[in-house]
């Protein structure tokens, strides 16, 4: 086998997934709208249900995209609560929430892990400084 068709083999189970992770999440975003009309007494027609989720999907992957380049613009390859919480900048009220949520996962997680983490970062700072040309290109 060539190196070529081992990357195009890579590429259709990717879209592959893509289209799976893709179904499922319109799946769900077409039961939630349905849960939801229903508790509002509310009928709601498939076409508008459809839109809803292609609207969502979208959202997401623009969210995902977003994140992302967040995070690399901080030299770091992982995205972080910041980073999510950076992309809701343009909604004060969301980005608030956002924060309180994230002040309370911090608050109940075990104080073991905090500082096992915070010797993570202070290593991964110092390693960073060294590898940010490393950081490939998307």
């Known amino acids: 086998m060539?190196?070529?068709?081992?990357?195009d083999i890579d590429r259709e189970e990717d879209d592959s997934v893509s289209e799976l992770l893709r179904d499922r999440f319109r799946l769900s975003?077409?039961?939630?709208?349905?849960?939801?009309?229903k508790n509002n007494g509310m009928d709601?027609?498939?076409?508008?249900?459809?839109?809803?989720?292609?609207?969502?999907?979208?959202?997401?992957?623009h969210l995902a995209k977003d994140v992302e380049l967040f995070s690399q613009?901080?030299?770091?390859?992982?995205?972080?609560?910041?980073?999510?919480?950076?992309?809701a900048h343009r909604n004060e009220h969301l980005a608030?929430?956002?924060?309180?949520?994230?002040?309370d996962?911090?608050?109940k997680e075990p104080q073991s892990e905090r500082k096992r983490k915070k010797v993570l970062r202070k290593e991964e700072k110092a390693?960073?400084?060294?590898?940010?040309?490393?950081?490939p290109d998307l």
Request: aromatic share 4%; hydrophobic share 45%; proline share 1%.
């Open 29 to 37: 975003t077409i039961s939630i709208a349905e849960a939801e009309a």
């Open 127 to 135: 390693t960073t400084s060294t590898c940010a040309a490393q950081i």
């Open 96 to 103: 608030a929430s956002m924060r309180s949520f994230s002040n």
């Open 73 to 87: 613009h901080a030299g770091r390859k992982t995205v972080t609560m910041e980073d999510v919480i950076l992309s």
């Open 2 to 7: 060539q190196g070529g068709n081992v990357s």
């Open 105 to 107: 996962l911090k608050a």
């Open 44 to 61: 709601i027609s498939e076409p508008i249900i459809a839109c809803v989720a292609d609207l969502a999907f979208r959202y997401a992957e």
